[in-house]
């Protein structure tokens, strides 16, 4: 071993044993295990400064399970997770930083969008410090290549003003803000954090050596709205100035990031369309299997086994309109939240208007009217006191309307994956003849009807008969 890796693992290990612990969690760690033994670490990679070739070494499963290197990253005689990062010496993890790393990386990315609330929680202590700057213990960051993608870096100062670094727009200039009230720690303090996002909203909380709540809350803007996020956690050292032997030391004593999948990502996303549609369905979370339903109901699965709903295997095929409701889930994680898309799909363009049979018009007598649609298939819905019908209101069509009296008529028809027809009106104007159940007496003739015409005219014939033999005489 290196001299000074060994003069440092002595320091660091002997630093280790002098601080308490107040994390309940530190009993259960044994410190003849390696770290991942210790620490869930399955849905982790280790990020770390020294060379491999020309890069930075990253370590993933399964290596990562039973890793343990005294140089960097190790089991502490408390059972401790430890890691150190010096401030000059090594390889930067990427091309868009100068500074030197040991961190985890959580493997499970998220949007701000998915409406889930995320978080991660943490216990440790700082044993040292760079000698200037800071070095950061936990992190939200933007998964996208370039600069500019952390949108909060919990950051420890120098002499141990703890401040949430944040940048309300992607991109943007890093804010150092102070925690309400102010958190301040001496070095070998126990240090519990936790980090969440939800619906954008990012709280920050810190306690000291089981002390009272620090918090610091802000909103990220809409520039984050496509990017991923995922939890960093560890000893990001911001001091590139200094020297091999000095750096940052920081054990970790609990670390956990309660693992949900991802939502559901549709493609092409909800909308109307006029041709049918082949629907994918991805998440963020890498090998997750996904259940959906149609009918509206919320899809379900157990141990792997869909118990509502259809298991997603391939494209899905939509030709009307449809609401597609669907869950992500993977071994190990909770099942993610339910994604809803409603697809609106107008294949055909309109519905025909309605037709009436017979045509409006007047008439002598009752009518019997037959509603029709050039559209195959399609539901018609009239009315009959002068209100306009919708696909809810309104009587279904189902066979000719009997029209007694004056009335209009109004109908629509509409179809599944077409738009409504325009509601068509035709006014019927009823009007019986005399001696057919009306009455065509004039007025004041008193009602008599056809019984009354009938003597008048074998009056007035009787009375030209008489006038006619008188003429004769």
């Known amino acids: 071993m290196n001299p000074k890796h060994a003069f440092r693992l002595f320091a660091s290990l002997a630093a280790v044993a002098l601080f308490p612990v107040f994390s309940p969690r530190a009993l259960a760690l044994d410190p003849t295990k390696a770290p991942g033994q210790n620490f869930d670490l399955s849905n982790f990679d280790l990020q770390a400064w020294p060379c491999s070739g020309s890069n930075d070494t990253t370590v993933s499963q399964p290596q990562l399970a039973t890793f343990n290197d005294s140089s960097f990253f190790y089991t502490g005689s408390d059972g401790s997770m430890v890691m150190w990062c010096p401030d000059q010496g090594g390889c930067e993890t990427s091309t868009n930083t100068t500074h030197l790393r040991t961190e985890l990386r959580n493997l499970t990315d998220w949007h701000v969008t998915d409406g889930q609330t995320h978080i991660e929680t943490a216990t440790c202590k700082v044993l040292q410090q760079p000698l200037s700057g800071s070095t950061i213990i936990g992190q939200i960051h933007g998964d996208v290549s370039g600069t500019g993608s952390e949108a909060l870096k919990l950051r420890w100062m120098v002499g141990g003003n703890l401040v949430a670094g944040n940048k309300v727009t992607e991109g943007g200039t890093e804010v150092y803000s102070q925690f309400s009230p102010a958190a301040n720690a001496n070095l070998g303090d126990t240090i519990a954090y936790t980090l969440q996002e939800k619906n954008s909203v990012v709280t920050v909380t810190v306690t000291i050596n089981g002390g009272s709540l620090h918090t610091y809350q802000y909103t990220l803007d809409s520039t984050w709205t496509t990017i991923p996020l995922y939890f960093k956690a560890g000893n990001y050292n911001q001091d590139d100035t200094d020297g091999t032997t000095d750096g940052a030391l920081v054990a970790f004593y609990a670390l956990n990031i309660p693992s949900q999948a991802a939502m559901p990502i549709f493609s092409p996303a909800a909308g109307t369309f006029t041709s049918a549609q082949s629907i994918t369905v991805t998440s963020l979370t890498s090998g997750a299997s996904f259940a959906y339903t149609t009918d509206g109901s919320a899809p379900a699965e157990s141990g792997g086994t869909v118990t509502n709903g259809t298991f997603y295997s391939g494209a899905i095929s939509i030709g009307s309109t449809i609401t597609l409701n669907a869950l992500a889930f993977k071994s190990g994680l909770t099942d993610s939240a339910v994604a809803t898309a409603a697809y609106t799909i107008n294949i055909g363009g309109t519905v025909s208007a309605p037709t009436f049979s ?58 599944s994956g077409l738009t409504d027809s325009a509601v068509a009106a035709a006014a019927y104007a009823i009007q019986i003849p005399a001696g057919n159940g009306g009455s065509s007496s004039p007025a004041g003739s008193g009602g008599g009807g056809g019984a009354l015409d009938e003597w008048f005219l074998v009056a007035l014939a009787a009375l030209g008969a008489w006038r006619w033999r008188q003429a004769r005489r």
Do not use: F, H, M, W
């Open 358 to 415: 017979p045509a409006a018009g007047t008439y002598s007598s009752a009518q019997t009217v037959a509603i029709a649609s050039a559209t195959s298939g399609a539901t018609i819905r009239y009315t009959t006191d002068g209100s306009a019908p919708t696909e809810t209101a309104g009587i279904v069509y189902s066979s000719a309307v009997s029209v007694s009296a004056s009335t209009t008529l109004k109908a629509i028809a509409y179809k």
